[in-house]
């Protein structure tokens, strides 16, 4: 018989792909899965464990600051109550090191460690962590974190893309929260390249700032005036609906990033992106098995959804790719049918080889 799981997740209203990752797991398990907030009371968690075979911990978690405890009694309480815990690891080594301290009661009391990408699970089998903890390990492919096949709901921000896009703009597009290792910068560089080789161009990110991380708006701002891309740019902030996000996304021509680890399996941000039938200009993978395990994500780029640049392509070549990514030819896969695929694949890895 199939384990039950108790998925713990935050109580935060903007939630990140982490966050998503953990309410769209236990959706995803139907029957098997339910949630509970983490730090929200003792007796009502002890109930929920004591309903489960198994309790689910996405990290990093939202808000770590103020559950510096809560993580690790958790996981003893499980333990002691004869539940497994099982620990998805979606970075580790990126953490800042005072997070993975909160972090590791949890990953040493885990029987079974799941990981977001091929690089994650080298990083922490590199660690002396390592050694110490359960070797029953599994890398998972990460889904995007927002549905598929959405009907557009228009709003303001997609309202004035469009306006730009009639008046002849190109608009290229970045989805997801904004932070320095994503390199969104970057995304500006390409336009201000674009804008000089005498193209029109518009630059949207559908997403917010990372909070809790000094000056990254104002950096990305100054970097704005500098480029000399005021009247090009557009922050949406947190989009709630992904009704509103498809609104966004379909008046978006190429989306593009550009990502210091290069594309890594556990961007779900840009299979959004690609999902949503606009071409994807991004650096390629570091390591050629990277997306090996990823059915999804070797689909995209083989039926030319997502254009793959050189790791280490510079500015101008991106901006060439981007051209030309505005104007090719690809296949349109049905989003639903390959995320459901999708889907199974990540909960029967998450049950492990003993309930297969």
């Given amino acids: 018989m199939r384990p039950k799981y108790l998925v713990l997740i935050?109580?935060?209203?903007e939630t990140c792909g982490v966050e998503a990752f953990s309410r769209l797991l236990a959706k995803a398990l139907g029957g098997r899965g339910d949630t509970a907030v983490l730090g929200a009371g003792l007796s009502g968690l002890h109930r929920a464990i004591a309903a489960s075979d198994a309790v689910v911990f996405n990290f990093p978690i939202v808000a770590w600051k103020k559950k510096l405890l809560a993580p690790g009694l958790t996981a003893l309480l499980a333990r002691v109550m004869g539940r497994d815990v099982v620990s998805v690891l979606h970075e580790w080594l990126a953490l800042d090191w005072k997070r993975r301290i909160v972090l590791m009661p949890v990953v040493l009391l885990s029987n079974r460690l799941v990981f977001s990408a091929p690089e994650i699970a080298a990083e922490f089998a590199g660690t002396r962590l390592s050694g110490l903890v359960t070797r029953?390990?599994?890398v998972i492919p990460i889904p995007p974190n927002?549905?598929?096949e959405m009907v557009p709901r228009p709003t303001v921000h997609s309202a004035r893309l469009q306006e730009m896009q009639a008046a002849g703009r190109m608009i290229l597009g970045q989805f997801g929260s904004i932070y320095p290792k994503k390199q969104s910068g970057l995304v500006l560089d390409v336009a201000a390249r674009l804008l000089a080789e005498g193209h029109d161009?518009?630059?949207?990110f559908a997403g917010s700032f990372i909070k809790g991380m000094d000056d990254v708006e104002a950096q990305f701002f100054a970097r704005v005036e500098a480029l000399g891309l005021r009247d090009q740019v557009i922050v949406t902030g947190f989009?709630?609906?992904d009704d509103e996000l498809a609104g966004i996304f379909e008046?978006?021509?190429v989306f593009c990033y550009i990502f210091a680890e290069g594309l890594t399996a556990r961007r779900g941000s840009v299979l959004?992106?690609?999902?949503?039938?606009?071409?994807v200009v991004v650096n390629a993978p570091e390591h050629d098995e990277a997306l090996a395990h990823h059915r999804l994500f070797l689909r995209l780029i083989a039926e030319g959804q997502i254009h793959l640049v050189p790791f280490e392509a510079d500015i101008p070549a991106i901006a060439e790719a981007v051209i030309a990514a505005k104007s090719s030819a690809h296949s349109t896969l049905s989003a639903e049918a390959e995320i459901d695929t999708l889907w199974q694949d990540i909960t029967h890895r998450l049950d492990g080889p003993a309930a297969r």
């Fill in 251 to 253: 008046a978006v021509d």
């Fill in 136 to 138: 029953e390990r599994e």
């Fill in 272 to 279: 959004a992106a690609a999902l949503s039938g606009k071409p």
């Fill in 239 to 241: 989009v709630a609906r």
């Fill in 201 to 204: 161009v518009g630059v949207v």
């Fill in 10 to 13: 935050s109580a935060a209203a």
């Fill in 146 to 148: 927002i549905a598929p």
